[in-house]
């Protein structure tokens, strides 16, 4: 085995373990999409501004929603999407969400899904693999 074999595929291992991470991961996006959905209890939550800190490290802001869940307690929890101009999450109005009951920390936005995201790493994850198959069956 040349060194050329050798670096092809090692660069085929790390493009299977990456395109297997992407997959995994989009796949338990849409699990989590779907599960909401589902399950989900529907509420309106009031947007509120949050001033970014000295410890963001994000270059997006992400307001805080506040709902009250159906126990009574009022949840504050950070919004999974940031605003956007298509649909912007302005302070102080109003936006439909649906949260898990058994953890309320978990939200999906009305109309900010993010599903495109989630098919993306599908996409990259599978082509990752086809990347690493490709490679070993060319320097084997």
Do not use: K, W
Not at 10 to 32: C, I, S, T
């Amino acid at each position: 085995m040349g060194a050329a074999t050798g670096v092809a595929l090692a660069v085929a291992v790390f493009a299977g373990l990456g395109g297997l991470v992407a997959y995994l991961a989009g796949l338990a996006g849409l699990r989590d999409l779907q599960r909401l959905r589902r399950v989900g209890v529907p509420v309106l939550a009031l947007v509120r501004e949050r001033l970014p800190g000295p410890e963001d490290r994000s270059a997006v802001s992400r307001p805080l929603l506040q709902f009250t869940a159906g126990d009574g307690r009022v949840v504050e929890v950070f919004s999974p999407v940031p605003s956007s101009r298509r649909t912007p999450l302005v302070d102080g109005s109003h936006v439909p969400i649906r949260y898990d009951p058994a953890d309320p920390r978990q939200v999906l936005v009305a109309g900010h899904e993010r599903r495109r995201l989630e098919y993306a790493f599908l996409g990259l994850g599978c082509a990752m693999a086809i990347t690493a198959i490709v490679l070993v069956v060319l320097n084997t």
